[in-house]
């Protein structure tokens, strides 16, 4: 603070400064007192989060490469040390479909599913086998890490023989590092919903299989319905899109006969509502090269 006053005297600049900081204590208490606020807090729950709580995804291919879940690939197991003391190592997603137990070389391959020779698809285009071996160095990592594990079973392509095979070896080797299988994770999240009402099963199978070529699903997200209703003959196929917020529904009716121009062959609702409606197919796909 600058005073470029000379006669002011030290007495004075007192005063000046005890007169100001009165008036402002003066216009402090003017102001009415804040009302007070009361937070009540609720009693403690006995909630805690797991100790494993902490989890992390590979694709089923990985399995392919057995030193990589090893006890030996010491940099991995620093890293999964790191994260948690104690996790869940889930192994599945959309590889699995691509994926199956292999015990012998001379073993046939499974047929490879629907959306194998997508070229827009990061996912194998070709069957992965999964060997013993790869099992056997996974029990080891585990061991290693201190980890468990839930382990993806192919039941869509590959025998249920197979698979059993595959899970019986897997619970003995991995014991009690095993948390569960996993069996179908994705479909329920993507269905493909044909009703036909007074019409024969085989056309609701051709709308489900007409959609999931479409949109590169598997078969097995589709589901039929076949009602005797007394309004029938009709169709209709719905795809629905189900996650934790939102389901969406995108449906589609078949045409009846009277409502075809002359000499136009029956359309299936199928084709109709993914050739119709670009921004509906453009999102579904979308959505599925997310999940």
């Not at 007192?33 to 494993?52: C, K, S, V, Y």
């Not at 013993?132 to 996974?138: G, Q, S, T």
């Not at 590092?177 to 919903?193: A, S």
């Amino acid at each position: 603070m600058i005073f470029d006053n000379p006669s002011l005297s030290r007495r004075a600049l007192g005063r000046t400064l005890m007169a100001g900081a009165a008036s402002s204590l003066m216009a402090r208490r003017a102001w009415s007192a804040p009302e007070p606020r009361t937070l009540t807090l609720a009693a403690p729950a006995n909630r805690q989060i797991p100790a494993d709580y902490a989890g992390f995804s590979y694709e089923t291919v990985q399995l392919a490469d057995p030193t990589f879940f090893a006890a030996d690939n010491r940099q991995l197991v620093e890293l999964f040390r790191n994260l948690s003391p104690q996790g869940i190592l889930r192994l599945g997603g959309n590889s699995s479909e691509f994926c199956g137990w292999r015990t012998r070389p001379d073993q046939p391959s499974p047929p490879d599913p629907s959306s194998a020779g997508n070229g827009s698809s990061w996912m194998p285009h070709t069957f992965t086998a999964i060997e013993p071996a790869a099992v056997d160095r996974l029990a080891g990592f585990l061991e290693a890490t201190g980890w468990n594990a839930i382990y993806g079973l192919n039941l869509g392509t590959v025998t249920p023989e197979r698979a059993a095979e595959e899970s019986a070896y897997v619970a003995r080797l991995l014991g009690r590092r095993l948390v569960y299988f996993q069996i179908d994770l994705e479909c329920p999240y993507c269905r493909i919903v044909a009703v036909v009402a007074n019409l024969p099963g085989h056309i609701a199978l051709r709308e489900i299989e007409t959609a999931a070529h479409v949109l590169n699903w598997n078969n097995n997200c589709g589901k039929i319905h076949q009602t005797r209703n007394p309004g029938g003959p009709g169709n209709v196929v719905m795809i629905e899109i189900e996650s934790a917020e939102i389901t969406e529904i995108f449906p589609a009716f078949g045409q009846i006969r009277e409502s075809r121009p002359p000499g136009l062959p029956a359309k299936l609702a199928s084709t109709s509502l993914l050739d119709q409606s670009p921004e509906s197919t453009s999102r579904i796909n979308c959505y599925c090269r997310w999940r």
